[in-house]
């Protein structure tokens, strides 16, 4: 295909996705994008809400609806002659290892605050992560139709807890709970919002000049036209630049329920985001666009719907076109690879992808060669980096309930660890050893039961280890740390090598007596 066609393709292209507390609206947002771009006629009718919620995880509670925030995986759709690929991440700490390989695939991330609550301490993590990775960052303030709390002690709070300074590009007028509209600071104009029933359809706009928004709003416009100056004073001001470095993030209000100011925001998704770029190669070079097809793997995921038993690999195409049934190869293997099986998946729905892009994402049905992090590719060699696992902060041991469940329990260990639902450690110099199961979070030990079990047949009985940190090693150091008490080495799927330690006192100590030997964190967050 001709280098132009791929390049006009890729532009059209914004590749994102939303990261969230649990009930900030991420569901409720993504329903009212697709009512926005036309893929449902009404809100709420993409899945029924209700019993949707057990609480018990995320992922639990999406396994017992497979509605559209699991099996989605990716939504596409198209808006203002642009196609929109929209990832879903889960909505808790416990899965931020999750949200970090999904924004391995995206190009920027929409970050959904609650208005009353701001940066909660638990999902800290989840923000922290998206920091790390320095992608573009739109923040959207959600549910302004309520009392919350003062925009501008939100933008202080984002600006200490995850050093993201905020740039608002739309101000509200009207407090929480008393929500009207919002000054667009772009150009200064008032669009006062309408409320439609239930939010089904979408909030008509009418654009209002100052002079009839004083008169009209009066308070409440005064206030919101005083804040917009100070904006304008302290300098917080949308700046492309450092946007796409992720160190400032424009900000909106709005309100996913009654769809005010859901527009705005999905302009912005096409305004301000970025389109796909050429991607960096493991040798730091960068595989352009029109290059013929590459892609890498992100996530996999095996039974994700009852009535397809399969295994779904997830991968984001990096340059060139896909066609379905190309012959392409197995950087990792080394060998040709088929692409027969290649589908989108919309709730339960899945349909045949003929054709992707840049920037697309492309599900390959049973594809039990691929693994996260491996590169697909056409033409010319290319391997994409890898998307590191996070040191564990968790160790488990697992052992199968009944015996002879055993050969289900190893096949569904290594299933699961090859996903990254959890991460089996083994000492690599006693592979028939007992491995230890790390995570960052606990529900990730309960998925992984539960999993188990119902996909596996094999009931499972965990236990807490001894073990209390792990820091990611080299060889050197790890053949000097077998030396120590209360520490063992153990190795990861990828070959990644942890030493673990009974205590962070021991490893406080070690890394102080040995500062040249390799301890290091994965990713650098606080929490
Ligand atoms: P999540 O995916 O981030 O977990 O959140 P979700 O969209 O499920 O929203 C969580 C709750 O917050 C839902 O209420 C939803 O209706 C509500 N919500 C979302 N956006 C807004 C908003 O802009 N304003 C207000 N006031 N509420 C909002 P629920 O009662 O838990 O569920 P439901 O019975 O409404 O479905």
């Not at 990775?133 to 919350?148: A, H, L, Q, S, Y």
Request: hydrophobic residues 40%; proline residues 5%.
């Amino acid at each position: 295909m001709d280098p132009d066609t791929i390049r006009a393709q890729a532009d059209r292209r914004r590749t994102f996705a939303i990261i969230s507390h649990p009930d900030a609206g991420k569901t409720t947002l993504t329903e009212k994008f697709l009512l926005y771009s036309g893929k449902v006629a009404q809100a709420g009718s993409v899945k029924a809400r209700g019993g949707r919620r057990s609480a018990r995880s995320d992922w639990m509670a999406m396994e017992q609806d497979r509605g559209i925030s699991i099996a989605s995986t990716v939504l596409q759709f198209d808006f203002r002659d642009h196609v929109v690929n929209l990832l879903d991440t889960p909505g808790h700490r416990d899965f931020s290892e999750d949200t970090y390989r999904v924004l391995a695939a995206v190009d920027a991330a929409v970050m959904v605050l609650d208005a009353a609550k701001g940066i909660e301490a638990q999902t800290l993590k989840l923000f922290e992560v998206c920091k790390a990775r320095e992608m573009p960052i739109i923040t959207f303030v959600n549910k302004w139709d309520r009392p919350g709390r003062e925009p501008l002690e939100l933008m202080d709070q984002i600006e200490e807890l995850i050093g993201l300074e905020t740039t608002p590009v739309t101000w509200p007028v009207g407090p929480g709970g008393d929500f009207r509209g919002v000054i667009d600071r772009r150009d200064g104009g008032f669009v006062r919002f309408t409320r439609t029933s239930r939010g089904a359809t979408e909030a008509p706009e009418e654009l209002v000049d100052a002079e009839t928004a004083a008169a009209d709003e009066g308070a409440a416009w005064e206030q919101a036209h005083e804040e917009v100056m100070l904006l304008d004073e302290i300098g917080a001001t949308h700046d492309p630049k450092s946007f796409m470095a992720g160190e400032t993030s424009p900000l909106f209000v709005g309100s996913a329920l009654t769809n005010f100011g859901v527009r705005h925001l999905l302009d912005s998704v096409i305004d301000l985001a970025p389109a796909p770029a050429a991607r960096e190669t493991v040798e730091g070079a960068y595989r352009p666009l029109e290059e013929p097809f590459s892609a890498f793997v992100f996530k996999v995921q095996a039974n994700m719907d009852p009535s397809h038993r399969d295994r779904v690999a997830f991968m984001r195409v990096n340059s060139g076109h896909f066609e379905r049934g190309m012959q392409v190869t197995h950087e990792r293997l080394n060998k040709p690879f088929t692409t027969k099986f290649a589908t989108s998946v919309f709730g339960s729905d899945r349909d045949t992808v003929d054709e992707g892009y840049p920037g697309d994402v492309i599900g390959l049905v049973n594809a039990s060669d691929l693994r996260i992090g491996d590169t697909l590719f056409a033409g010319d060699a290319v391997a994409f980096p890898p998307i590191p696992r996070f040191e564990p902060e968790l160790f488990w041991s697992a052992r199968p309930v009944d015996v002879s469940k055993s050969k289900q329990f190893r096949k569904g260990l290594d299933q699961l660890d090859e996903e990254g639902v959890v991460q089996v450690l083994r000492d690599l110099d006693a592979p028939t050893a007992s491995p230890v199961l790390g995570a960052v979070g606990q529900m990730q030990f309960e998925v992984f039961a539960h999993r188990l079990e119902n996909e596996f047949g094999a009931k499972v009985e965990l236990a807490p280890t001894s073990w209390a940190v792990a820091r990611r090693t080299d060889a050197a150091t790890a053949a000097e740390v077998r030396q120590l008490r209360g520490t063992r080495v153990l190795g990861s799927l990828d070959g990644t090598l942890f030493a673990l330690f009974d205590s962070t006192g021991r490893l406080a100590r070690t890394e102080a007596d040995n500062p040249d030997w390799l301890l290091e964190r994965v990713v650098e967050t606080a929490g």
